[in-house]
């Protein structure tokens, strides 16, 4: 009788591990992940994975692996960035996985142009973050119907921190003595856009593209303009040419972060744009 009724038992965990099969969720790097972790928070049964591994950064070079192929195989879906981020190897992926489904979080964001074409960088920008997960709900309520309620209410919460944020940094941002500032490589025209600064050069347009010599000089010689104009280093950065452009300037070296890497807790945007914030503060507050 036992030995029936534990048969059973274990019959019924077997068919309830069945029908629970987990759906995984793919991002492209950490600034999707970790809308996603919010936009997905208390979802039953799914798993979120990143395409970049910790310590890529951006993907402005990018590429796939057969790994990364492997672990996108059975995915609900892709959650990029958009943009022209995913560039490098989005044609790849469409011609190997054409049915894998693309939710683009930067649908609908106003872009900005540059010398370089489209600037990918839209998620430094809290408004813009709110709306990248309020794209991202729509597409994952969409392909997770019988989710869709908790992902729309959760993508609605986001974009209300969002808007919070926005309001307590531009309040916080609001007596600052100059605007003028030299960030590392062109991550920062939509952050700049939402707390009016003035990016007056970038030492390299990628991180892991050195600047030529003359391009050195060249912002030295822009850099001169302005009595103040603090250097902005990102984490991990190589500073070669910044500590050139340091030296020749005068200028103070401070660290902003692209927020391409981080915790992975829910709030580390919040957290990663305050500790921004209270950068610029003291870089650019007048004594
Ligand atoms: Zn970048």
Not at 160 to 181: F, K, N, P, Y
Not at 232 to 243: I, M, Q, Y
């Given at each position: ?11 019924a ?55 990364d ?18 560039d ?36 430094l ?36 921190r969002?808007?919070a ?65 603090p ?57």
């Amino acid at each position: 009788m036992m030995k029936k009724l534990l048969w059973t038992l274990c019959l019924a965990a077997l068919l309830m591990g069945a029908a629970r099969a987990e759906t995984t969720v793919v991002c492209s790097f950490y600034p999707v992940r970790v809308l996603a972790e919010n936009v997905l928070a208390d979802v039953p049964e799914v798993r979120l994975e990143t395409l970049a591994p910790a310590g890529t950064g951006c993907l402005h070079d990018f590429q796939l692996l057969p790994g990364d192929l492997r672990a996108l195989d059975g995915a609900a879906c892709l959650i990029i960035n958009g943009a022209g981020m995913e560039d490098q190897f989005l044609p790849l992926l469409r011609r190997e996985m054409p049915a894998l489904p693309l939710v683009d979080c930067s649908a609908g964001i106003a872009l900005t142009e540059d010398d370089h074409g489209v600037n990918p960088h839209v998620w430094l920008n809290a408004l813009n973050a709110g709306q990248m997960a309020l794209n991202m709900g729509e597409g994952l309520a969409a392909l997770l119907p019988e989710s869709a309620e908790k992902i729309t209410a959760n993508a609605a919460a986001f974009a209300a921190r969002m808007q919070a944020l926005h309001d307590e940094l531009t309040a916080e941002l609001a007596g600052l003595a100059s605007r003028d500032i030299v960030t590392f490589h062109e991550a920062y025209p939509y952050f700049a856009a939402e707390f009016g600064l003035n990016v007056v050069a970038s030492v390299t347009v990628e991180p892991d593209e050195a600047p030529s010599p003359r391009m050195i000089a060249e912002t030295v010689e822009r850099i001169r303009a302005y009595p103040r104009c603090p250097l902005f280093s990102e984490p991990g950065a190589a500073t070669d040419a910044l500590s050139v452009i340091a030296r020749e300037t005068g200028q103070p070296v401070y660290e902003l972060s692209p927020i391409t890497d981080g915790n992975g807790a829910a709030d580390d945007y919040e957290a990663a744009m305050r500790r921004n914030a209270d950068t610029l503060k003291q870089a650019l507050s007048g004594d």
